[in-house]
């Protein structure tokens, strides 16, 4: 009777782990079931993808190997400049009714840069799209070549609120021995005008990026500006104190900047 136990046991478990197995969707062992496995695989990283931007999934370091190619797919395509488009549409909306300008200098607007204004895809084509871990040195000797293009609907969205007479900042967690060549790229690219354009130097080199972008909209409240919105890629661009009065995220699930 132990010994039949004993054996029941031993079956039941394998059993166990065989529906373990099957249900593990990134277990791509069972190939009779392959197209199951394909398309459970593709909600698993469309669910990543949408909880990145959630700001569920954070300190990521590179996107999961089996989702790259989701994340490639996405990021080149004609959803990701639809998705984008909205949420410079959502600002337009915004700014058609929310505000009281007061035309006295002091009416403001922060940018981001990389993937806001300018585009770093070209970079992560070359450079495994996420799934590499970020090599910084690679990455500014790309940016000191000038040569990000513009994201044509945030480029519009900048002459638009720059020709309502508002501030523009530029606030980005490069270094500042990337300044004259980011000033280039923006300028090449069709970006003028803006009122100050703030990079880290080496005294925010340690600081997290959240911190070092909430350093610096105080310093601007201090001077006495109103920040009637943000504009960026990154939940780093938003979070801290002071808060501007609405945040607008574009999606970008190729890698986190906390």
Known sequence: MAKFLALSLIISS????LVSAEWNILNQRWGKRKGIVEENLKNYCESWRINVELNNIRGFSVVPQECVE??????TSSQYKADSVRAVEEVRLYLSGCCTFKGDGKDSWIFDIDDTLLSTIPYYKKHGFGGE???????????????????????????????R??????????????????VD???????????????????????EVKNYHSKVRQQLVDEGYRIWGIIGDQWSSFDGLPMAKRTFKLPNSIYYIP
């Open 165 to 182: 007479g508002i501030n523009i900042f530029l606030i980005s967690s490069r270094k500042e021995n990337l300044r004259s060549s980011t």
């Open 14 to 17: 394998l059993f166990i782990g």
């Open 70 to 75: 989701h994340v490639k797919k996405y990021m």
């Open 185 to 207: 790229n923006l300028v090449n690219v069709g970006y003028h005008g803006w009122t100050s354009l703030t990079l880290r130097g080496f005294e925010d080199e340690l600081v």
């Open 133 to 163: 871990k970020v090599n910084a040195s690679s990455l500014e000797a790309w940016m000191m070549r000038s040569k990000a293009p513009a994201l044509d609907h945030t480029l519009e969205l900048f002459h638009e609120i720059k020709n």
